[in-house]
């Protein structure tokens, strides 16, 4: 019978102390720059090259980050950002190729506009 009790008062107290513990999470800050969308190379996502607080790829209809340990997703760059599991984040984003950053540098692609390649300064081929 006390080792009964023990546990209901032992189940008590931990009740008591997890429900004052808070779990503070900061979310990615909204994006207040227009932003410049880079079309990853052999991929359908595009990246935005004029940020660097965070990574931020934009495909289809949503824009995805990594940020402080999670994944977050927002429609629209002015509003909130929601916390997502990893498997709501499309593999095409999961699995870029490694160097993919090196590839970007010359390419630039302007939300709602056409692509526009900008070749890489140096030696004419002939």
Known sequence: MK??????FLLVGLTL????????IKTPPKLIITP???????????????FDDFEVFYFDGFW?????????????LS???IMI???YVPSVIIKLPY?????????HFHHNEKIIVVPKKGKKKR
């Open 64 to 76: 995805f980050c990594y940020y402080d340990g999670y994944w977050w997703r927002t429609k629209d």
């Open 99 to 107: 160097g993919w950053k090196e590839k970007i540098k010359h390419r």
């Open 17 to 24: 102390i997890s429900s004052k513990i808070k779990i503070k």
């Open 79 to 81: 509003k909130p950002w």
């Open 36 to 50: 410049k969308l880079v079309v990853i190379p052999d991929t359908t996502v595009m990246y935005v090259s004029n």
């Open 3 to 8: 080792i009964y009790r023990f546990f209901i």
């Open 85 to 87: 599991d990893v498997k």
